[in-house]
Nanobody, 125 residues
Framework: QVQLVESGGGLVQAGGSLRLSCAASGLTFSRYAMGWFRQAPGKERDVVAAITWSGASIYYADSVKGRFTISRDNAKNTVYLQMNSLKPEDTAVYYC??????????????????WGQGTQVTVSS
């Protein structure tokens, strides 16, 4: 069956960096656009970044532009989220997700087919 497994979360001080990884199995990874989402306590889950199957097109939420970088390695069936200059407001559970959306990507979480279990990111002030 399809599995998406996130790793790399943890506790970091404000201004620090973390790199999240999401390893996919059970699907043809290169046929899927990928997204990172996050959910803070008491808030709805929101998109953070998304990337097309080829990596040619990328989307970032305004709140993370210039600080976060999404990338993928189709040979390793893995998508990454490099997070720099972290802020306390970045504290959340981060999820990766996969979608067969065609050549593009989507920021609509309802269009994602598979989800990981999430990894906690906590940024202390």
């Amino acid at each position: 069956q399809v599995q998406l497994v996130e790793s790399g979360g943890g506790l970091v001080q404000a201004g620090g960096s973390l790199r999240l990884s999401c390893a996919a199995s059970g699907l043809t990874f290169s046929r899927y656009a990928m997204g990172w989402f996050r959910q803070a306590p008491g808030k709805e889950r929101d998109v953070v970044a998304a990337i097309t199957w080829s990596g040619a097109s990328i989307y970032y939420a305004d709140s993370v532009k210039g600080r976060f970088t999404i990338s993928r390695d189709n040979a390793k069936n893995t998508v990454y989220l490099q997070m720099n200059s972290l802020k306390p407001e970045d504290t959340a559970v981060y999820y990766c997700a996969a979608t067969r959306v065609g050549l593009g990507f989507t920021v609509n979480q309802n269009e994602y087919d598979y989800w990981g279990q999430g990894t906690q990111v906590t940024v202390s002030s």
